[in-house]
């Protein structure tokens, strides 16, 4: 059974461009949580999606959004990317609100 | 403001040395307590989740307890495949997972 997983691994952009990340949850979950993880800090919970419906959301500006899709893989996109963007972006499965079972992430390189 | 604060920042141990690793929240009505691990460039390993003051849970060298207002892992004869950050979060009603920053373990052989 795959767990979560997450593509791409690494990317590299410069100010201004748009991203998109992608994340396939751990079989039988239905709840996808998106995180950033700046260097030396834990994790910081941007939104949450279920039944493709952005469910909750953290303290993070309007450039970021989501998706969920009907499979219950979900996007992650980043708009007009500023340097302080730069970080580690992880994904989060559950069923649920139960516990949540985290990718490996991407690393976004902003330059 | 609901807060997770982890204590140290980072510890080094020798192999075989027992101790263990605070953390400390802020929160009303308490849903749950997670224990997570994180190796370099990875992202975040379950380890355990804690619901009510009194609890324990283990698994092989790591031990994880709970009170009303702080959790502890404790890590029992680590061995050098112990060396990672360690990640505290808890969670109340729907509100997500708030993390702490993390205790940053070092194991010297």
């Known amino acids: 059974d795959a767990g979560v997983t997450q593509s791409p691994t690494h990317l590299i952009k410069t100010r201004g461009q748009q991203v998109t990340l992608r994340c396939s949850p751990k079989?039988?979950?239905?709840?996808v949580s998106w995180y950033q993880q700046a260097l030396g800090q834990g994790p910081q919970f941007i939104f949450q999606y279920y039944e493709e419906e952005e469910r909750q959301r953290g303290n993070f500006p309007d450039r970021f959004s989501g998706h969920q899709f009907p499979n219950y893989s979900s996007e992650l996109n980043v708009n007009a990317l500023l340097l302080g963007d730069s970080a580690l972006y992880l994904c989060?499965?559950?069923?649920?609100?139960?516990?949540?079972?985290f990718g490996a992430g991407t690393r976004l390189s902003v330059l | 403001e609901d807060q997770v604060t982890q204590s140290p920042e980072a510890l080094r141990l020798q192999e075989g040395e027992s101790s263990s690793l605070n953390c400390s929240y802020t929160v009303s009505g308490l849903r749950g307590l997670f224990w997570y691990r994180q190796d370099p460039g990875k992202g975040p390993e379950f380890l355990f989740t804690l619901y009510s003051a009194g609890e324990e849970k283990e698994k092989e060298r790591l031990k994880a307890t709970i009170t009303k207002k702080e959790s502890f892992l404790h890590i029992t004869a680590p061995k050098p495949e112990d060396s990672a950050t360690y990640l505290c979060?808890?969670?109340?009603?729907?509100?997500?997972?708030?993390f702490g920053k993390g205790t940053r373990l070092s194991v010297i052989a």
């Open positions: 079989s039988g979950h239905d709840t």
């Open positions: 979060a808890r969670n109340s009603g729907n509100t997500p997972l708030v």
């Open positions: 989060a499965s559950s069923l649920g609100a139960d516990i949540q079972y």
